[in-house]
């Protein structure tokens, strides 16, 4: 994909649909509303304030330098000598600059305040949404959307709608001015310059969008490069040589046709601008001067230069509009996306269970059948029925993709099932309370994932209310103190993106602390694929033993040594438990359970 592309927020149709959405942006704007019309009545003041520049200008210009002389009043004010007009111009600037600055700050502050708090909600909102809304949003594109389209909001909040505001206003009132002054000069005027202006932002714009086109080519042959180097040897081996290079040729001579078109376009732009800009702006300024002659000029020379500076003002005003607009456009489309979020249903909202019973650790399954959200044709459980006893142990074996994991993602409460019930201590999940049932089940997985921060802040993440000592004996029972003690900062080493890199093994030994110091009524193993040596699987092997003790145990098990000892043995094939046993009654079925068993013992 080629770069930026994925982080350019998409500019909607503007309908009722998205206004009414994109109005949501007011409930974080009310809190700070005092503020923010506070910043309005600045900006209005400044504004306004910078309409009077180019009627003062003008005079100055028009006047006829000698200070001491006082004309007769022309204009709508009385300033005719020329040190007046500067001197009312200098204070202009002055109250300008301090309008601009008030209006500055606070429209930033109450932006940021806003902000900050659309990025809290939107997180929060987002930690809470049910499992599904995360198998169908990307994480990435979820990440990359928020930070972009808060982005677009507050650059939108902060300059471009005062921005939008403020040209509309130099615009109209140019325009009354303008007429005030010379209506004739004024039509000639808006027949041309505006047009011009227009004309100039969609060329612009035209090109603009064929620059980018060449940039996906030229993203696209860095991929093909970037494939056929790193890939060098496959290449090579397949012969594949030519094929590769006809590919970038085609790249290459697309990327040239495409840039050579937009070559022609940026030399039209050019000629454009020079010949039909200026030549308008030439056009009216002959046409003023020509009436500023005679014996009865119907234009003064102060009007002159005043019409000038105002059309130089309205031109430049009305060619910003599109892109503000455009702006704008993109901020209501940013705004949708985020109120979706800000608005959706958590989890929390569909889960109506508010039950905080005492959990024991019972697991019943009672023909439990299933199929995920976004794959409804496909069933992964087909009546799932087992029953396991507190402080038991047990274990699901079976093929990948034979439905182990969806087990525990019921369990947890993670999805519901469509049918049948699952049952913890003889209730069904969806009665309990989430937070509850959860806080009473730990769960090792497979790819042990630490967050960025301390092997500390990670061992404590099962319970964030622990003491150090606890953490340190909880790292102890996890046969995980001896590495941790190691390291120069123990405890406190940094570990995730930006700290060191932990074996598998340590990272395991880290999650079983994690979950022991959680304490759980019912603890889940998803066994890793990954083979440790030896050395440090018989560590982890000792710190699960002290895991499993005295709590219901459900264990996701790959290598079948290690659950010999177990309580109970369910083996799933598609979807179904086509075996319960104990080890021994298992092998003496002479099944599927003693066939894995035997394949294993080849292996090994
Ligand atoms: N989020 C999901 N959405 C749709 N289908 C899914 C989802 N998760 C798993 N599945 C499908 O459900 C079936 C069972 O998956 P599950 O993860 O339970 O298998 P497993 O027994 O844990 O396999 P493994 O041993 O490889 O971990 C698979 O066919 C899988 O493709
Ligand atoms: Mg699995």
């Known amino acids: ?301 102060e009007g002159f230069y005043q019409f000038v500076l105002f059309t130089i003002m309205m031109g430049a005003s009305v060619g910003s509009l599109p892109d503000l607009y455009a702006n704008i456009q993109k901020a209501i489309g940013a705004t949708e996306n985020l109120m979706d979020i800000v608005n959706g249903q958590s989890e929390l909202d569909l889960h109506p269970g508010t039950k905080k019973n005492k959990i024991t650790g019972e697991i019943e399954f009672k023909e439990v059948k299933f199929s995920y959200p976004q794959r409804n044709d496909m069933e992964v459980l087909k009546s799932v029925s087992f029953n396991i006893q507190p402080n038991q142990t047990f274990a699901i074996v079976g093929a990948s993709g034979s439905g182990k994991t969806t087990i525990t993602n019921l369990l947890l409460g993670f999805y519901k099932s469509d049918d049948g019930q699952v049952l913890v201590d003889g209730v069904s999940v969806n009665e309990y309370d989430l937070n509850h049932l959860r806080e009473n089940m730990a769960i090792v997985p497979q790819e042990v994932m630490l967050f960025s921060g301390t092997i500390q802040e990670n061992i404590r993440f099962g319970q964030t209310d622990a003491t150090d000592e606890q953490v340190v004996l909880a790292a102890q029972q996890a046969n995980a103190w001896e590495f941790i003690e190691s390291f120069p900062d123990g405890m406190q080493t940094e570990v995730g993106d930006r700290g060191i890199q932990l074996s598998g093994g340590q990272k395991q030994r880290v999650a079983i602390a994690r979950a022991l110091l959680k304490n759980p009524s019912i603890l889940i193993l998803d066994e890793a694929t990954s083979a440790l040596d030896s050395e440090s699987e018989k560590l982890v092997q000792d710190a699960l033993q002290n895991l499993m003790k005295n709590r219901t145990s459900l264990v996701i098990a790959h290598r079948l040594a290690t659950i010999r000892k177990v309580d109970k043995i369910l083996v799933m094939q598609n979807g179904a438990i086509v075996e319960t046993g104990t080890h021994q009654e298992l092998m003496q079925l002479k099944g599927n359970y003693a066939n894995l068993v035997s394949l294993q013992l080849l292996d090994n």
């Open 1 to 301: 994909m080629p770069e930026g592309k994925k982080d350019e927020v998409k500019r909607p149709k503007l309908n009722k649909d998205s206004i009414r959405k994109a109005k949501g942006i007011f409930q974080y704007l009310r809190p700070y509303a005092l503020l923010y019309f506070v910043g309005w009545l600045f900006l209005v003041l400044s504004t306004t304030a910078g309409l009077i520049f180019p009627y003062l200008m003008g005079k100055l210009l028009g006047s006829t330098v000698s200070p001491s002389d006082v004309a007769a009043p022309t204009g709508l004010l009385t300033l005719t000598s020329v040190t007046s007009v500067a001197t009312a111009l200098f204070i202009l600037f002055g109250v300008q600059a301090l309008f601009s600055f008030f209006r500055v700050v606070i429209f930033n502050n109450v932006t940021e305040n806003s902000l900050r708090d659309l990025r809290n909600d939107a997180f929060s909102k987002m930690v809470f949404m049910p499992m599904d809304f995360f198998n169908t949003n990307k994480v990435g594109e979820l990440t990359s959307r928020v930070s972009s389209d808060i982005t677009q909001i507050q650059e939108t909040l902060r300059t471009t709608i005062a921005e939008f505001f403020r040209q509309i206003v130099i615009i109209v009132g140019g325009i009354s001015f303008l007429f005030f002054i010379s209506w004739k000069l004024a039509l000639i005027m808006l027949a041309t310059v505006p047009v011009m202006a227009l004309i100039a932002v969609f060329f612009g714009r035209y090109i603009r969008r064929l620059s980018k086109e060449a940039q996906n080519f030229s993203a696209n042959s860095n991929a093909i490069v970037e494939e056929a180097l790193t890939g060098i040897a496959n290449v090579k081996a397949f012969t594949n040589e030519y094929f590769n290079i006809n590919r970038f040729r085609k790249n290459t001579q697309e990327m040239r046709d495409l840039n050579v078109r937009s070559g022609v376009w940026r030399g039209l732009f050019v000629s454009f601008i020079i010949f039909c800009l200026f030549g308008a702006i030439v056009f009216i300024v002959w046409q003023g001067l020509l009436m500023t002659q005679g014996a009865h000029p119907e234009l003064s020379k």
